[in-house]
Nanobody, 118 residues
Framework: QVHVAESGGGLVQAGGSLRLSCAASGDIFRFAVVAAGWYRQPPGKQRELVARITIARTTNYADSVKGRFTISRDHLWKKVYHQMNDVKPEDTAVYYC??????????WGQGTQVTVSS
């Protein structure tokens, strides 16, 4: 059994910062993790990729968050972090953590709500 859980969401004022955490546990440590990502789903819109980090620690970001958000991870993929700086009202969304394995598919958390007030 694999469990992925996000935390750290909440209400923040525009221009402020927030740090999301993703904790992976269970059988996922028997699988070869190749990448992890943060996705978000704004109200009434589709889920979109925000940031991704690979096993080589290569990162890529959506254009809308470049220079403001940073994804990082620990050595064993137990934790994946998402530092959000200079947040904007359009960053309001449910944020999801995704863990991608080489042979056993992807695993998702339940999501954490981030609300940015103007």
């Amino acid at each position: 059994q694999v469990h992925v859980a996000e935390s750290g969401g909440g209400l923040v004022q525009a221009g402020g910062s927030l740090r999301l955490s993703c904790a992976a546990s269970g059988d996922i440590f028997r699988f070869a993790v190749v990448a992890a990502g943060w996705y978000r789903q704004p109200p009434g819109k589709q889920r979109e990729l925000v940031a991704r980090i690979t096993i080589a620690r290569t990162t890529n970001y959506a254009d809308s968050v470049k220079g403001r958000f940073t994804i990082s991870r620990d050595h064993l993929w137990k934790k994946v972090y998402h530092q959000m700086n200079d947040v904007k009202p359009e960053d309001t969304a449910v944020y999801y953590c995704n863990i991608q394995t080489r042979d056993h598919g992807d695993y998702w958390g339940q999501g954490t709500q981030v609300t940015v007030s103007s």
